[in-house]
């Protein structure tokens, strides 16, 4: 979550009218580093999806239009990644709350008094 806000910030200051050319270089710094992050955070199979999404510049500056579509990818995968997490969890969650429910309450029935 504190990568996505991170990217949502710069996604945003991207998309200023004039961005300092200092600024750019901090950007692409910053897209590196959360890229590692994610990198060392996530499967080897996720992993492997996120380096073919993430163009790699070296030692090449990207051009301010470069680092805007990077920034959209990586904010449109990461986003998908957390709904993704969510939903594993709403579902795990789910499952425990219909053990834990008395028999007539649960797989949706209601509770009827006779």
């Known amino acids: 979550m504190r990568v996505w806000a991170l990217l949502n910030a710069a996604d945003s200051e991207l998309h200023q009218a004039r961005l300092p050319a200092e600024a750019v270089g901090r950007l692409q ?30 030692t090449v500056p990207a051009t301010v239009g470069e680092l805007r579509v990077e920034y959209a990818d990586l904010l449109g995968w990461t986003g998908g990644l957390v709904i ?12 425990r709350r219909n053990r834990a429910a008395p028999v007539g309450l649960r797989q949706g029935r209601s509770a009827r008094w006779p």
Do not use: C, K, W
Not at 33 to 58: N, W
Not at 86 to 91: D, H, P, V
């Open 29 to 58: 710094r910053q897209l590196e580093a959360i890229t590692a992050e994610l990198e060392g955070a996530v499967s080897g199979e996720l992993a492997g999806e996120l380096d073919r999404l993430v163009r790699r510049h070296g």
């Open 84 to 95: 993704g997490m969510l939903s594993e969890l709403e579902m795990a969650s789910a499952g």
